[in-house]
């Protein structure tokens, strides 16, 4: 790290190259969620945090500068110990790039990726190979709506992540911290880590895992496991305060949906996710 | 096929056991969009009949029932020629499995997607290994609106899919066959194969892809590739119609995405995507 101080957050996602297409990674339990003590279940990272590790790997040998698109399979969770990631690119185009990462620890695979890098529109790099057509093309839809910051409900810093993210939820949605769940499955606030780094493709990531469950919202409080998460990145992020707005369309089963969106402090759409997730145990 | 005659959906995404794991497909013309003749585009089949290939490889060697999530990465386009798709398991677990396919011609990769079969609700096994509370907890969104059958607007048979395909689009999101685009990057309507195969997990792939793109409600009509689709099976469909309905968040810098949910007959909400893809050439 030289004598820069860097955030916890970029200590935690950061990658040593260790050979041609291996990253030496560590899973930082400073980002970890509880688990079950009383269950024997051990600290989990946060999944957003586990991508941007391997963004970070990915991002260092490819051609173009951001990760439009991400999905990642969840099989087995991640140790607080030493991991790896491999790299190895799937194919290399003008406008896109595609890669396969995986997370490995012990020589058996933890998370499986597939990363499309490529241009955006506001970033550093032009895509050279778009059309002006296409470039001419401009849309987006309606922001979600929060309540201004000061009306927002802040998380106590406990340990794990909340001891990292500053974050303030709209009091629609934090009903389940005084036990009176809202009876529907979505979550919205304002987001920033507490060290107040700005925000970035690597931030963004963790952001759309960042918020407590939707399902919370319907009182099944508990670890909630990424199966399979897919995020896009849509433009690059302003610096300063990040919104975050989480729906839920379907439960039964014990599976769970849960789509996110980013939008910055410049108004601008700067990622969006859906996942496909397990109910923990409700109730308790 | 033996003495059955099997649907031309059925043929166009059968699959013959070659190796272990190694399955024998052929692209079908008869699914493929036109391309652009002027541009020497050959045609390209629709990538959700190309995904439902790749899940029958998957489900033949699955140990469980459903195709729960599925990740696509679409790298090249296939031609109308021999292929075969690769399958290969990343995990065996007693609530999902991972499988990760590739659809290969001439040794070279042209889509890369990972499947995570599982267990649904109103399926045909149940899952073992869920907790009876994650089984008991129950919600649903509102499903789309749409008008009454009687007042969509069916696209005519021609070539391709639209000869295969019995689409009936609400009229508010088929201004552009007008070339009077309604504003708005949307489209919804009815959908089921002309020969009236009833739904499954496979018909479920290609009809959350089997709309015109929502980009030509900008008035953006062309091929628009899909680079990444995503989706997730939420309940087994029951016979009948399909009901589709697809929305876009926003568009620039030639990237667009696409976000498609599938309700059955019975009300039931089916299947979601979300895909990236790029903005065709506009206004031809």
Partial sequence: MGLTAASAFDQATAVRRAADGSYDVRPDERFATGGSPSGGIPPAV?????????????????????????????????????????????????????????????????????????????????????????????????????????????????TGISAQVDLRLDPATAGWLKKKAGGAPEMRGYFRLRDDRDPDAYLLAF??????????????????????????????????????AARCRHVSGGWFDEEAEVWDSAGQLVAQSRQLARVGRVGR
Same sequence: chains 1, 2.
């Avoid at 960042?210 to 009182?219: A, D, I, Q, S």
């Fill in 207 to 244: 952001a759309l895992d960042g918020l407590p469950p939707v399902v919370f919202g319907l009182g099944a409080i508990g670890w909630a496991p990424t199966v399979e998460l897919t995020w896009h990145m849509r433009a690059v992020p302003a610096a300063g305060l990040l919104r975050v």
């Fill in 46 to 158: 946060n999944g957003g945090v586990l991508i941007a590790t391997m963004l970070r790997a990915v991002l260092d040998s490819s051609v173009h500068p951001y990760p439009v698109a991400t999905s990642a399979n969840f099989l087995r969770v991640p140790r607080i110990a030493p991991a790896r990631v491999e790299v190895s690119w799937l194919k290399q185009g003008k406008t896109a790039a595609v890669a396969r990462a995986s997370l490995i620890q012990d020589d058996v695979l933890l998370i499986d990726s597939t990363i499309t890098t490529g241009f955006l529109p506001n970033g550093s790099a032009p895509d050279s190979a778009a059309t002006p057509d296409a470039h001419a093309l401009s849309w987006t839809a309606e922001p979600p709506e929060l309540p201004p910051l000061d009306e927002c409900i802040q998380l106590r810093p406990g």
